[in-house]
């Protein structure tokens, strides 16, 4: 009992430093007008009707009341399509970083807990993962499964793999050497529960602090494959193959690539903003 | 002693560039679709594709093939090109000088720009410049850079016509992609600067050294920066690598002629092994960078070299 009101306490305060930072705030607020986006596309305009099918009798119209973001080279609604974006580029940012987080965290616990030979065998194997740049790892895989969205969050993902192990085992060490795992050693705890019941929740916080990160390079990396065209495949409204498809018409119609790019670094600026901001309220000594 | 520690670093990157080439190839192989058909078109006949197969050496275990393709690395031969027919060593050697100058400039632009704005907003903390400094490191480290890149074509080569919009055939094509690849590091690079600065400007030796009476800019220049800068190379050193990677989608932007772009395009055209050629390449330049900016840190932080002294004593 005396432990419900410990931690909800903490999390009170937590939250009091998070939401006195003007920037964390205003991350949180963007990235809620994403979700909500996201939620209510449809509502907004229709995908087939409105993001998908082409109405070449509009195509190139500038910003306007009736297209709040102009038209594209087929004449559909920019606003509509970034709109539906939105669903797109979450979904495959923290998809991709679930599946980093399960497998790095277990590869993570997994060395910091065992140490020794268990530890020296994963991170040989990270070593050689984290001498390949995480994009160039992410077309890698890419080039190799084909392009689409279930292949391009696995790609991100396991880019991400390393990182998160990186993570998990640099605060599992941390963790471990407390009293109060000793004492629970001590007492005849199985390996497993000390993991589970006294490690792993105590490492919750870095964790937390760089999947929030991860999720916005992740919606970059996302953009950026897709833009090379190893990514999400037109006529699906993802933003950097919009990015890429606008680019032939820059010259006369800069619209076309200005508001997918935009939002873009909005959601990845405001990502940033509530990691920082989490980081700073978790660990007030960092500031 | 320091030769020492440069020997068992470089020794100790063998096995991973070991692991890495393996990786990759083993990833590369799993690629669907059998390439002898590929080369060949659909029309041809078993026997033909069964005999290029044979040829190529894709009847034949991974791990063989594996061996197989390490032995001709060893000996500068990455294969041939199945797009051109011509050896992909000679394509990667005659774009990867481009890729390293495009680099090199990016990380000129983003130290000349980084390192004042890290130390200006650490000595006026929580100044206008400093909020300012820091809200454009945000927005540059969110900034995807083929965003960037494309905005970048339209106002100063669209508009005003003062760079051109891509290729490498005059010194002004640099200006454009450099500033584009620079724009995220120099964002990472100041905000490390500034924190360690701040944690350096804080200790007593810069207050003995004030109270000595030495002049406050000297201080800065020549006590707090020497050792600010030790986490900053660390950094340089990491950014230098996603320089690498920045540049593949950069190059793309820019159609800059370097082996990110290369890349892009042998994968576009199914180019097997000179998508391989390209992610070795990659990988070892990142490696290799890694490595000389671990040394550079030992060289430049006592504390590091005196460690490593004292253990080549207990040995």
């Known amino acids: 009992m005396s432990n419900g009101v410990k931690r909800k306490s903490r999390g009170a305060a937590i939250w009091r430093r998070f939401i006195r930072n003007k920037m964390a705030v205003a991350g949180l607020v963007i990235i809620g007008v994403f979700v909500g986006l996201a939620a209510f596309a449809d509502v907004i305009g229709d995908y087939q009707t409105k993001a998908i099918k082409m109405n070449i009798k509009e195509r190139h119209q500038a910003p306007s009341?009736?297209?709040?973001?102009?038209?594209?080279?087929?004449?559909?609604?920019?606003?509509?399509?970034?709109?539906?974006?939105?669903?797109?580029?979450?979904?495959?940012?923290?998809?991709?970083?679930?599946?980093?987080?399960?497998?790095?965290?277990?590869?993570?616990?997994?060395?910091?807990?065992?140490?020794?030979r268990v530890d020296t065998i994963i991170m040989r194997f990270l070593d050689v993962l984290l001498a390949i740049p995480v994009i160039l790892l992410a077309i890698t895989i890419v080039a190799s499964l084909g392009t689409s969205i279930i292949n391009l969050m696995?790609?991100?993902?396991?880019?991400?793999?390393?990182?998160?192990?990186?993570?998990?085992?640099?605060?599992?060490?941390?963790?471990?050497?407390?009293?109060?795992?000793?004492?629970?050693?001590?007492?005849?705890?199985?390996?497993?529960?000390?993991l589970f019941n006294h490690i792993l929740p105590n490492c919750f916080a870095p964790i937390m602090v760089y999947a929030t990160l991860k999720v916005a390079t992740a919606i970059m990396a996302t953009a950026g494959l897709s833009f090379i065209g190893l990514g999400v495949k037109p006529p699906t409204p993802e933003w950097g193959s919009m990015l890429a498809s606008g680019r032939d018409f820059i010259r006369d119609h800069m619209h076309e690539v200005f508001f997918p790019g935009m939002m873009i670094m909005l959601s990845v600026l405001s990502l940033n903003m509530i990691g920082d901001g989490l980081r700073d309220a978790l660990d007030p000594r960092l500031k | 002693m320091l030769r020492q520690y440069i020997f068992k670093r470089t020794v100790m990157l063998l096995p991973v560039l070991l692991g890495v080439t393996f990786l990759v190839f083993t990833i590369i192989s799993l690629t669907p679709g059998d390439v002898a058909t590929m080369i060949l078109g659909q029309g041809a006949t078993a026997e033909s594709v069964a005999k290029l197969r044979h040829q190529l050496g894709l009847d034949e275990p991974l791990l063989i093939q594996y061996g197989r393709y390490l032995a001709h690395l060893f000996q500068g031969d990455m294969g041939i090109s199945y797009a051109t027919q011509k050896p992909v060593v000679d394509e990667i050697v005659g774009r990867f000088p481009n890729t390293l100058t495009l680099a090199f400039y990016s990380i000129l632009v983003s130290l000349i720009l980084s390192i004042p704005i890290?130390?200006?907003?650490?000595?006026?903390?929580?100044?206008?410049?400093?909020?300012?400094?820091?809200?454009f490191a945000l927005v540059g480290i969110s900034m995807p850079s083929f965003w960037l890149g494309l905005i970048l074509i339209i106002l100063f080569a669209l508009n005003l016509g003062w760079f051109p919009s891509g290729g490498a055939d005059q010194w002004q094509s640099i200006v454009l992609p450099a500033i584009t690849l620079g724009v995220a590091s120099t964002a990472s690079i100041a905000r490390t600067t500034r924190s360690s600065m701040l944690e350096v400007i804080r200790q007593d030796y810069i207050r003995t050294a004030k109270a000595k009476g030495v002049g406050n800019l000297q201080v800065i220049l020549k006590?707090?920066?020497?050792?600010?800068?030790?986490?900053?190379?660390?950094?340089?050193?990491?950014?230098?690598?996603?320089?690498?990677?920045?540049?593949?989608?950069?190059?793309?932007?820019?159609?800059?002629?370097?082996?990110?772009?290369?890349?892009?395009?042998?994968?576009?055209?199914?180019?097997?092994?000179?998508?391989?050629?390209?992610?070795?390449?990659?990988?070892?330049?990142?490696?290799?960078?890694?490595?000389?900016?671990?040394?550079?840190?030992?060289?430049?932080?006592?504390?590091?070299?005196?460690?490593?002294?004292?253990?080549g004593k207990a040995a």
């Open chain 2, 223 to 311: 006590h707090a920066l020497k050792n600010a800068l030790i986490p900053t190379l660390t950094v340089i050193g990491l950014e230098f690598g996603e320089l690498l990677g920045g540049a593949i989608l950069t190059e793309t932007v820019f159609s800059w002629p370097g082996i990110g772009r290369l890349m892009v395009e042998s994968i576009q055209r199914k180019d097997t092994p000179m998508v391989l050629g390209c992610i070795i390449v990659f990988s070892v330049a990142f490696s290799v960078v890694n490595l000389i900016v671990d040394i550079l840190y030992a060289l430049i932080d006592p504390r590091i070299k005196a460690n490593y002294q004292r253990k």
């Open chain 1, 65 to 116: 009341v009736k297209h709040y973001f102009g038209t594209d080279e087929f004449g559909r609604d920019i606003f509509i399509r970034v709109v539906h974006g939105t669903r797109i580029s979450l979904f495959v940012g923290i998809i991709s970083v679930s599946i980093a987080l399960f497998f790095g965290g277990i590869l993570g616990s997994l060395a910091g807990y065992y140490g020794g």
């Open chain 2, 118 to 135: 890290g130390v200006i907003s650490a000595v006026k903390q929580y100044s206008l410049f400093d909020n300012l400094g820091m809200v």
């Open chain 1, 154 to 194: 696995i790609a991100v993902g396991v880019a991400n793999i390393p990182g998160f192990a990186r993570v998990t085992r640099a605060s599992v060490l941390t963790v471990k050497s407390n009293e109060y795992i000793e004492a629970a050693r001590a007492i005849g705890s199985p390996n497993h529960k000390i």
